[in-house]
């Protein structure tokens, strides 16, 4: 089982405090690692670090700003320079400020997402991938979604009011062709890259849904919505030398939903 471990690694987290961050950050540095919680939330971010630490594992919460480069290239350098290395990259943080459908969309609107969905990952990205060519090793996992893949259902929203915006189904496709765009580019600097593309993630529900709920599961061969658990498994097979002959590949974790 060594080959699922992460010790002695680093590895940075974006959104690493939030719904899918918090099983992700765990689940790495519960496989060993040295886990960076990155977000502009500092003190959400430390807070959760401190649980971890609590834990007799390793963390640390670091204040990130995806939509202001210096602050991108600023976090990356006092990374390196603490930790000497960034073995792992995460990309699980998501802006879902203005998110509409296509006709409700402002340019202000379309920008304001892709600041950090398209323009803060790319950046990051960039900052650590030139420290893993100096390494000559990394791992790096983008966190999609099922509409990344297909299409929208928008007949399971019943009545509820909830869509998925044209924005997300954009930005969602867009990574995973920058997922398999970094794997081409960078495997011969011995740099791997692949995306996680999960289903819908259960506690993120909220109240009122019940007909979304319903029509999902229905729609599900697995028959439910993902939990915090079922993320972990696939963040370290990819991020650990479990993987070392994986690169390019977009992992669907969706209980079958991308299956019919």
């Not at 600097?189 to 529900?205: E, H, L, T, V, W």
Request: charged residues 20%; hydrophobic residues 40%.
């Amino acid at each position: 089982m060594n080959i699922f471990r992460t010790d002695g690694k680093v590895a940075i987290v974006t959104g690493g405090a939030g719904l899918y961050g918090k099983p992700i950050s765990i689940a790495l540095a519960e496989a060993g690692a040295h886990v960076i919680i990155a977000s502009r939330d500092k003190k959400n971010c430390e807070a959760y670090a401190a649980e971890l630490v609590a834990k007799g594992l390793k963390a640390e919460g670091m204040s990130l700003d995806l939509s202001d480069e210096k602050s991108i290239e600023s976090f990356v350098k006092d990374v390196y320079e603490k930790y000497g290395s960034i073995d792992i990259l995460v990309n699980n943080a998501v802006s879902r400020e203005g998110m509409k459908n296509l006709e409700e969309l402002s340019k202000a609107d379309i920008e304001s997402s892709q600041v950090v969905n398209i323009t803060g990952l790319m950046l990051l990205t960039k900052s650590v991938v030139k420290i893993m060519r100096k390494q000559k090793a990394g791992s790096i996992i983008n966190i999609g979604s099922i509409y990344g893949v297909v299409g929208p259902n928008f007949p399971i929203y019943g009545s509820t009011g909830m869509t998925s915006p044209v924005n997300y189904a954009f930005e969602k496709w867009g990574m995973v062709g920058f997922t398999k765009w970094l794997a081409s580019y960078y495997g011969k600097f011995n740099i791997r890259a692949n995306c996680i593309s999960p289903g819908g993630y259960g506690p993120g529900i909220g109240a009122g849904r019940e007909e979304f709920i319903e029509n999902y599961k229905r729609l599900t061969p697995l028959g439910r919505f993902a939990e915090d658990d079922d993320i972990k498994g696939p963040v370290i097979f990819l991020a650990s030398e479990a993987s070392s002959f994986v690169t390019g590949h977009n992992l669907l974790v969706d209980g079958g939903w991308t299956n019919w």
